[in-house]
Structures are given as structure tokens and as C-alpha cells.
């Protein structure tokens, strides 16, 4: 048995969360592997919206089993949060959640080295959401972090306040002022809620299930363009968001992948600092951000909008080796009249076709425009019931990228979801 990926193919803010909950059904497990809160996975259905930030999206299926990978980097604070609000849903969440030992914990004081690092670049920030996250992976790397498998140690309380008081020194350098207490009581309450769930090793667990023949879906974080090595660097997330992140966040070999599913907006967003070839300052960029209600699920940021980036698209298909392509949000450019997709950029006055090392220099987009479909999609319920103008841009796509779409997405809710 093989473990299938889903991935987000921009700049996160794809729709994943919505696609991994239509996909549930098919599959036994579903599993992050990496990333942590600064994630923002919206679902919808019973015109209820939902939004994920640490817990894997299948957990809205009771027969699903959700594990918390390796990879993941938690807060207990927001961890709890969820808990909390998923219980008031009436999901039993204690029954099919599973958390990685080896994952690792986000501290009160890594959420205070994040601002601090932050206010100190002025206008050089790369727009982090404050999370923590980038100083979580730091201490990671530097093996310095506490993992979950640490809080049922002894010598656990030891751990935080050695690592605590290393924060402390570091911050010295800092013009930032800070109250670590006010952090500390509901950080403990969370520890103790995750506690009460299976700790489990998750490597294990994982490769277990792919011989006793269970479907597992990797669910991904982010999107690839803020990889950590190959996202518009240093303006990206500080994990890796490709196909590849899946093995090592979860700790399956690469022998043991099977579909790929690759996903995108029939536009592109940003929400931060950062390169965008495509984006538009203008009233048809602010006319996608109201239609799409493009604001971050994470921070509530307007996001930056423009139009499909086909360079950027067919690096991610690359870099990933997607075999399905899903397409989101098509429904937010009904009402264009003109859509236009970046071909190529220029730069230095050069035409290319890739998205190249020097993204951070200006890439003037060329543009092929195309007849927009001016019409509803939203209550399209089968493929031959799309206006021919949306078709034929699904088709471009395809011949470009030389993926099949697979998976239409013509509105927010798990009911809105045409499979080609």
C-alpha cells in the first residue's frame, strides 16, 4: 500500500483543508506533516465554517483516523483552543486524534522571540505571523527543542526553564519589552489537555498501517512556494512544504508515495512580505480579494491577489511530481469578463518561461488574456454543466502544465466539489 499527498502549489491559502475533508471518506488516515498554527485550513459544510490550525483536516469524519506528525510544530495554547471547540461541536475528538512523540512544542518564549526578531527588521519583516514558529524549527535544528514525548519525562519542568532562560539571554539583545508570565499558566493547561491524548511513534504507527493495507492522506501545510528551499526565500515559512516534506515528517520512505495531488487557486494570493510577479494593486485585485474574501484565516491579513502565475505553476508541478491537479476557488472570477494567466516573465529585458533563482528581482509577467465565463458556477453539481469559456481555461491549464485537473472546487462548501 502507498501513502497519496496533498499539497498546496502557491503561496498557501489554496483550499486544502476543504479538499482534504471531500477526500476523507476515501481514506483510513489522514496525517500533517508539517507546519504548525501559523496554518489556517478552512472547511465548510452544513453552512457552518470551520478553521484548522494545528489538527489534521479529516477530523470532521468519525471514522477517520487524524495523526499530528513528526514534522509539526504545536502549541499547546491554540492546541487546546481547538480541542475545546471541536467538543463543543460534539466531535469526539479524543477517539481518532493521534500526536507524534517526536513532535515538537512551541514555547511561550519562542511566540516572544518571533515578535521581537520581527520589530527589529522594520522593513526588511518578512511578515511572519507570530507564531513562533521560525524560532520552534530554530531550536529544532538546533537541538535545543523539547518534543512532545518530553512532557511525561521527570525531568520535564528542567527542560522548559533551561530552555526558557536561553530565550531569556537572547532577547537581552533585543529592544523588546515582554511579560513571559501572563503566557505561562495557559501554556501549562495545554501540555496538560494534550496529555490526554495517544502519544504515539508515529513512524511506526504509519508504516504499520501502510502494511496492514489502511489509505493514508498526507495532509500539507502552506504551499510550496514558501518552502523553506525552494519557495521565494528569505520571504517563506520555515519548513518544507514540498512532496518530500511528507517523508521526513512522517518518517515513510519515498518508495511509499503514491498520487500526488497538487493544489491551486484559479488565482493567485499572498498574505505577507514578499515576491509576486502576478499581483494586482489595482481595483481588480481588490475586486478578487472582496469576491474570494481574501483574508487570512490564520491573521485575519488582507491577502495580495493576482492572476494565475503558469512559470510558478509548473515549477510546483516539478519540484513535486504532482499526478492530480485540483483546482479552487474558480467561482471568484465569475464575474470577469476578462481573465487573463502569466505565460512569462522578462527579466533584464530576456524572456523565460521558469520561475528562476532571482525571483527577488523585478519579473515583469506577460500575459495570454482569455474570454472569462460571466456566469454562476456555484450550483454546478457535474463537469458538463460548466460554462465552455471555464472549460477551455481547464483545458489551457492542462496543456501547459501537462497535469489533468482532476477535482473542481466551485464554492466553499464540501458540496460545491465537481470530480472530472
Same mark, same amino acid.
Given at each position: 500500500?502507498?501513502?497519496?499527498i496533498?499539497?498546496g502549489?502557491q503561496?498557501?491559502?489554496?483550499?486544502?483543508?476543504? &479538499?482534504?475533508?471531500?477526500?476523507?471518506?476515501?481514506?483510513?488516515?489522514i496525517?500533517?506533516?508539517q507546519?504548525?498554527?501559523?496554518?489556517?485550513?478552512?472547511?465548510?459544510?452544513?453552512?457552518?465554517?470551520?478553521?484548522?490550525?494545528?489538527?489534521?483536516?479529516g477530523v470532521?469524519?468519525?471514522?477517520?483516523?487524524?495523526?499530528?506528525?513528526?514534522?509539526?510544530?504545536?502549541?499547546?495554547?491554540?492546541?487546546?483552543?481547538?480541542?475545546?471547540a471541536?467538543?463543543?461541536?460534539g466531535?469526539?475528538?479524543k477517539?481518532?486524534?493521534?500526536?507524534?512523540?517526536?513532535?515538537?512544542?512551541?514555547?511561550?518564549?519562542?511566540r516572544?522571540?518571533?515578535?521581537?526578531?520581527?520589530?527589529?527588521?522594520?522593513?526588511?519583516?518578512?511578515?511572519?505571523?507570530?507564531?513562533?514558529?521560525?524560532?520552534t524549527y530554530?531550536?529544532?535544528?538546533g537541538?535545543?527543542g523539547?518534543?512532545?514525548?518530553?512532557?511525561?519525562?521527570?525531568?520535564?519542568?528542567?527542560?522548559?526553564?533551561?530552555?526558557t532562560?536561553?530565550h531569556?539571554?537572547?532577547?537581552?539583545?533585543?529592544?523588546?519589552d515582554?511579560? $513571559?508570565?501572563?503566557y505561562? %499558566?495557559?501554556?501549562?493547561?495545554?501540555?496538560?489537555?494534550?496529555?490526554?491524548?495517544?502519544?504515539i511513534?508515529s513512524?511506526?504507527? &504509519?508504516?504499520?498501517?501502510?502494511?496492514?493495507?489502511?489509505?493514508?492522506?498526507?495532509e500539507?501545510?502552506?504551499?510550496?512556494?514558501?518552502?523553506?528551499d525552494?519557495?521565494?526565500?528569505?520571504?517563506?515559512?520555515?519548513?518544507?512544504?514540498?512532496c518530500?516534506?511528507?517523508c521526513?515528517?512522517?518518517?515513510?520512505?519515498p518508495?511509499?508515495?503514491?498520487?500526488v495531488?497538487g493544489?491551486?487557486? %484559479?488565482?493567485?494570493?499572498?498574505?505577507?512580505?514578499?515576491?509576486?510577479?502576478?499581483?494586482?494593486?489595482?481595483?481588480?485585485g481588490?475586486?478578487?480579494?472582496?469576491?474570494?474574501?481574501?483574508f487570512? %484565516?490564520?491573521?485575519?491579513?488582507?491577502?495580495?491577489c493576482?492572476w494565475?502565475?503558469?512559470?510558478?505553476?509548473?515549477?510546483?508541478?516539478?519540484?513535486?511530481?504532482?499526478?492530480?491537479?485540483?483546482?479552487?476557488k474558480?467561482d471568484?472570477l465569475?464575474?470577469?469578463?476578462?481573465?487573463?494567466?502569466?505565460?512569462?516573465?522578462?527579466?533584464?529585458?530576456?524572456?523565460?518561461?521558469?520561475?528562476p533563482?532571482?525571483?527577488n528581482?523585478?519579473?515583469?509577467p506577460?500575459y495570454?488574456?482569455?474570454?472569462?465565463?460571466?456566469?454562476?458556477?456555484?450550483k454546478?453539481?457535474?463537469?458538463?454543466?460548466?460554462?465552455?469559456?471555464?472549460i477551455?481555461?481547464?483545458?489551457?491549464i492542462?496543456?501547459?502544465?501537462?497535469?489533468?485537473?482532476t477535482?473542481?472546487?466551485?464554492g466553499?462548501?464540501?458540496?460545491?466539489?465537481? $470530480?472530472?
Amino acid at each position: 500500500m502507498k501513502l497519496d499527498i496533498l499539497l498546496g502549489l502557491q503561496w498557501g491559502d489554496e483550499g486544502k483543508g476543504k &479538499i482534504v475533508d471531500v477526500l476523507a471518506p476515501d481514506y483510513n488516515v489522514i496525517c500533517r506533516f508539517q507546519g504548525g498554527p501559523n496554518a489556517g485550513h478552512t472547511l465548510e459544510f452544513n453552512n457552518i465554517k470551520h478553521v484548522l490550525h494545528t489538527i489534521p483536516s479529516g477530523v470532521f469524519r468519525p471514522e477517520s483516523i487524524n495523526i499530528i506528525g513528526n514534522g509539526v510544530v504545536i502549541d499547546p495554547v491554540i492546541f487546546k483552543k481547538e480541542i475545546v471547540a471541536l467538543e463543543n461541536m460534539g466531535v469526539n475528538i479524543k477517539k481518532n486524534l493521534f500526536i507524534s512523540k517526536r513532535a515538537h512544542l512551541i514555547l511561550p518564549s519562542h511566540r516572544i522571540l518571533d515578535a521581537a526578531s520581527e520589530a527589529s527588521k522594520g522593513k526588511t519583516k518578512i511578515g511572519s505571523t507570530l507564531k513562533g514558529i521560525g524560532p520552534t524549527y530554530m531550536d529544532k535544528t538546533g537541538r535545543n527543542g523539547i518534543r512532545v514525548g518530553d512532557t511525561t519525562s521527570p525531568s520535564f519542568k528542567e527542560k522548559y526553564t533551561n530552555l526558557t532562560n536561553k530565550h531569556k539571554e537572547i532577547l537581552k539583545q533585543y529592544d523588546y519589552d515582554y511579560n $513571559l508570565e501572563e503566557y505561562e %499558566a495557559s501554556w501549562f493547561d495545554g501540555i496538560e489537555t494534550l496529555k490526554a491524548f495517544k502519544l504515539i511513534e508515529s513512524e511506526h504507527e &504509519i508504516n504499520n498501517y501502510l502494511l496492514q493495507g489502511k489509505t493514508i492522506l498526507a495532509e500539507g501545510a502552506q504551499g510550496t512556494l514558501l518552502d523553506i528551499d525552494f519557495g521565494s526565500y528569505p520571504f517563506v515559512t520555515s519548513s518544507n512544504t514540498i512532496c518530500a516534506g511528507a517523508c521526513t515528517g512522517l518518517g515513510i520512505a519515498p518508495t511509499k508515495i503514491g498520487k500526488v495531488f497538487g493544489v491551486f487557486k %484559479a488565482y493567485c494570493t499572498r498574505v505577507g512580505s514578499g515576491p509576486f510577479p502576478t499581483e494586482l494593486e489595482d481595483e481588480v485585485g481588490e475586486q478578487m480579494r472582496q469576491q474570494g474574501h481574501e483574508f487570512g %484565516a490564520t491573521t485575519g491579513r488582507p491577502r495580495r491577489c493576482g492572476w494565475l502565475d503558469i512559470p510558478a505553476l509548473k515549477y510546483s508541478v516539478m519540484i513535486n511530481g504532482v499526478s492530480n491537479l485540483i483546482v479552487t476557488k474558480a467561482d471568484v472570477l465569475s464575474n470577469f469578463k476578462t481573465i487573463k494567466v502569466c505565460t512569462h516573465y522578462m527579466l533584464n529585458g530576456k524572456p523565460i518561461d521558469y520561475m528562476p533563482y532571482e525571483i527577488n528581482e523585478p519579473l515583469v509577467p506577460v500575459y495570454k488574456e482569455m474570454k472569462g465565463w460571466e456566469k454562476d458556477i456555484t450550483k454546478c453539481k457535474n463537469f458538463s454543466e460548466l460554462p465552455k469559456e471555464f472549460i477551455e481555461y481547464l483545458k489551457y491549464i492542462e496543456m501547459e502544465v501537462k497535469v489533468p485537473i482532476t477535482i473542481i472546487s466551485v464554492g466553499p462548501d464540501r458540496e460545491q466539489t465537481i $470530480l472530472n
